[in-house]
């Protein structure tokens, strides 16, 4: 299935600077400072290896940003539990971003500047940035992803003075109390940054029920802890991002959740961990070291036997900063208690970092990647010719900017036995909840046949 990806040459891909379009993405405040970063605090459980001299890292420093959500465990993992030092990274910064904006800015400038090289990612937003679709003066920055961090850990969270009213995972019910708000106040959803994971969410939900995102609701990009505020007063009807922010609001009694990502799509692709270019091709194997930290955190995660300790490290002030870990602990375990009444116990629905039930999540699959852009494609936040022609524009950025040809060489290095190894860039068809599926050989075809899109095709 990964033919046409693997037709694709590396030849060097023209970026063209693309002024219209670019307006409409948010910027955060410019040269927004990385907050202090942690080095770790706990005594190193992992001996340090024996690197060979071909192994070498050529640097024993990476300034990696993160967001505080789930999604930033391998990277938190890697640093305090000492796999960053065992593979040579023994001098790992993690910066805390103070959004999703902040950190575009902090790897715009790069650690010389004072900002990062890379880290925690919301997709495609490597991808626009290498095309400088979100930069300053729509500067093309090259950036490669590397691996994926994380699938599941993220819901739509709904306001609850919308509770009993049919806002779930589908919206049947819930048709005429939308149709009743747009003719006065319509439904506000937020998310924390525009055109990546968590706007595709909430869009992906809405349109799936028949609520067309662009005109039938209102959407913005709010901050994480503005949205709660909001939510409070009442001035906001929905949010979506990572945990612990959906259970937080629903142990506050300030909404509940109409649905889990892993709901909307099991097994989905969510955030990655990405570099700068510059960074990469000048410490190629500084890159595979992080690489066996982030796959080792990974592994230790999925133990579920870990995920209390793991819930205790990530709750500390320095990272996620929550009163107490048991705001992650029932979700690390599958646990949901949705705040309508639903319960959710099942493991199969909980955060996976390595393996979950289709596989490899750690490794950064191309077919993902395209269907991020296919996505962008639809709402209108890319020009449709990365799609036209067997999407061949789409994946020639993909195969310039997802480097799974290192995840691959840093997995090897490891030791991963060959049967969690992928040998096709492409996972094949993905299924939705709404029974809508996605071939990434066709990603036209997927398009055209969506009820709701911006995109005419
Ligand atoms: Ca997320």
Redesign the pocket.
């Known amino acids: 299935m990964s033919g046409f990806f693997n037709q694709v040459s590396r030849r060097k891909f023209i970026v063209t600077a693309v002024a219209s379009g670019s307006a409409v993405f948010l910027k955060g405040c410019l040269g927004n400072p990385p907050e202090p970063g942690g080095t770790s605090t706990t005594s190193s459980v992992q001996p340090v290896v024996n690197i060979s001299p071909e192994q070498k890292p050529e640097t024993t420093k990476a300034k990696l940003g993160y967001i505080p ?1 789930v ?1 930033s465990a391998p990277l938190i993992i890697a640093l305090e539990k000492g796999f960053f030092k065992k593979h040579g990274m023994s001098d790992v910064e993690l910066s805390k971003q103070a959004s999703w904006g902040s950190a575009r800015d902090n790897v715009e400038i790069g650690s010389a500047g004072g900002g990062i090289d890379g880290g925690q990612w ?1 997709m495609p937003m490597p991808h626009l940035i290498t095309e400088g679709k979100i930069t300053k003066g729509n500067k093309p920055i090259p950036m490669y992803v590397l691996a994926q961090l994380v699938t599941h ?2 819901a739509i969270a709904i306001a609850n003075k919308h509770l009993g009213k049919g806002i779930s995972l589908k919206l049947d019910t819930a048709k005429p109390l939308f149709a009743q708000l747009k003719a006065s106040t319509p439904f506000t959803a937020a998310f924390t940054f525009p055109h990546v ?2 706007d595709l969410w909430i869009r992906y939900w809405l349109s799936a029920s028949g609520i067309d995102p662009d005109t039938d609701v209102k959407l913005l990009t709010v901050p994480a802890a503005q949205t709660v505020a909001n939510m409070k007063t009442g001035t906001m009807d929905a949010f979506s ?2 945990d612990p922010w959906p259970f937080r609001l629903v142990n506050d009694k300030i909404g509940f959740m109409a649905a889990l ?1 892993a709901e909307i799509w099991k097994n989905h692709p ?2 990655y961990f990405a570099m700068r270019g510059d960074w990469v091709d000048q410490n190629p194997k500084a890159t595979k070291a992080l690489l066996k930290g982030i796959m080792e955190a990974q592994q230790w995660l999925d133990n579920f036997n870990n995920r209390k300790e793991a819930a205790e490290i990530l709750a500390a002030k320095k990272y996620f900063g929550l009163s107490s870990p048991a705001v992650l602990a029932d979700p690390f375990q599958g646990k949901y208690d949705m705040g309508d009444g639903r319960k959710i116990d099942d493991k199969s629905m909980a955060a996976y970092y390595w393996k979950d039930g289709k596989g490899s999540v750690s490794y950064p699959y191309q077919s993902h990647d395209l269907w991020f852009i296919t996505e962008n494609v639809r709402w209108g936040f890319l020009p449709k010719d990365y799609i036209a022609n067997g999407a061949a524009k789409a994946k020639e950025l993909i195969k310039k900017v997802n480097r799974e040809d290192i995840w691959k060489e840093a997995a090897k290095e490891l030791g991963i036995p060959a049967a969690d190894i992928p040998t096709n860039t492409s996972r094949g068809v993905e299924e939705f909840f709404d029974g809508v599926k996605f071939d990434p050989e066709k990603p036209e075809e997927y398009l055209k046949s969506l009820k709701i899109k911006k995109v005419s095709i």
């Open positions: 959500i999604e919301q850990g993220n994971n968590q991002t990572g990502t969510e955030e």
